[in-house]
């Protein structure tokens, strides 16, 4: 599992690169993020560096994490989306964010179902999880386009209450 880059029909998924900062830097910033995803602590281009060297060392440690977004056409960045292991689930959870002029045009659902159908051919998992802030609509609709069921409520650590979705893929392959 060493080639990471997906395509999809507008988008281009690959690992995060250095080249990424900045723009990773303005995402982690934007107040939709702030106040759906919470302050990641990356308050400088340096830390955005720091957060693509994080996201690199979860792809090595666990063979996946989460992927650029980048328009195929103009290779603009549009967000990231990908899968995370947390220590609060056994299984991976899907998360995606997007930069503020790419929302509201399918770039999450597209590239999250590229995500969840490389889950499917690459490992096993009964299950994949997903949170979403409970004020965040678009995200919540999404996740019931993706599959997802709402199963509940979650609180975690510095994070406002989380409403937690699950989507059995044991049924997919």
């Given amino acids: 599992m060493t080639d990471f880059t997906m395509t999809t029909a507008r988008l281009t998924l690959r690992k995060p690169a250095s080249y990424d900062a900045q723009w990773i830097y303005e995402l982690n910033n934007d107040p939709v993020w702030v106040r759906f995803i919470g302050n990641r602590a990356v308050h400088s281009v340096r830390d955005a560096r720091r957060y693509i060297d994080n996201t690199l060392e979860h792809f090595d440690k666990w063979g996946y994490g989460l992927w650029v977004m980048e328009?195929?056409?103009?290779?603009?960045?549009?967000?990231?989306?990908?899968?995370?292991?947390?220590?609060?689930?056994?299984?991976?959870?899907?998360?995606?964010?997007?930069?503020?002029d790419a929302r509201g045009k399918g770039y999450a659902q597209e590239g999250?179902?590229?995500?969840?159908?490389?889950?499917?051919?690459?490992?096993?998992?009964?299950?994949?999880?997903a949170m979403a802030h409970r004020d965040?609509?678009?995200?919540?609709?999404?996740?019931?386009?993706?599959?997802?069921?709402?199963?509940?409520?979650?609180?975690?650590?510095n994070v406002e209450r989380q409403v937690f979705y699950w989507r059995d893929m044991t049924n997919l392959k």
């Avoid at 386009?145 to 709402?150: A, T, V």
């Fill in 71 to 100: 328009r195929l056409d103009t290779g603009k960045p549009q967000g990231m989306c990908g899968l995370l292991n947390r220590d609060i689930f056994t299984c991976p959870d899907l998360g995606f964010a997007l930069l503020s």
């Fill in 136 to 157: 965040n609509n678009s995200s919540r609709k999404l996740l019931g386009r993706l599959g997802f069921e709402q199963r509940g409520t979650i609180f975690m650590p």
């Fill in 112 to 129: 999250a179902e590229a995500i969840l159908e490389w889950a499917i051919e690459h490992f096993d998992c009964g299950y994949i999880t």
